[in-house]
């Protein structure tokens, strides 16, 4: 590997580590610390600790097994390090896809060693009440679920914006004005 391929590739792989890391960190001292099922206040009943298992998928959804799960997000984690190798020098979009592929390790290794993800945040924001369906209270997630679901949200914005293509231009034109 060239010297500059490693250079484009030591920070979306130092996002992932870190990413996976804190993620499991914190996931052991979840289960180490809470009592399943038993909310712990932080702030009030706004922020909590309360220690779930979700064998579903991410919000609540549960189109299969955690089998079905395991494979789907293994197969999505293949492509985002496929794409986080083809676009690494265009760290505008190699960074949000490191998050996410770091989340998905984080969360895959949970349903390899146990069958199902830790959750343990529980927030209250707001209570949605959309076209028949109604939330009280969001859904109990990780570090690994607040990597992805941020990064998606980057990464959308950037698409809406249009200033993902700008970047990515200007980007391309400084790496052949520095390979000339």
């Known amino acids: 590997m060239d010297t500059p391929t490693k250079r484009h ?14 993620d499991q960190i914190t996931k052991i001292w979840a289960v180490d610390a809470l009592t399943y099922g038993n909310p712990i206040e932080v702030i009030g009943q706004f922020f909590m600790f309360t220690l779930v298992y979700n064998e579903g ?11 079905y799960y395991l494979i789907s997000a293994s197969l999505i984690l293949l492509f985002v390090l496929y794409y986080i190798y083809a676009n690494r020098s265009k760290l505008m ?8 592929a770091g989340g998905a390790i984080g969360n895959l290794i949970d349903r390899i060693a146990y069958g199902k993800v830790v959750d343990f945040i529980d927030v209250d924001f707001f209570d949605i009440d959309l076209f ?8 109990t997630f990780n570090i690994a679920d607040s990597a992805i679901s941020c990064s998606i949200v980057y990464l959308l914005y950037l698409i809406l914006t249009k200033k993902l293509d700008g970047e990515v231009e200007e980007e391309v034109l400084e790496n052949n004005t520095e390979e000339s």
């Open 9 to 22: 590739l030591f920070i979306p792989l130092a996002i992932i580590f870190l990413v996976v890391a804190f």
């Open 57 to 67: 998928g991410a919000m609540g959804t549960n189109l299969g097994s955690s089998n």
């Open 93 to 100: 979009l190699s960074v949000p896809l490191s998050f996410i």
């Open 132 to 139: 028949g369906f109604q939330l009280q209270r969001w859904w």
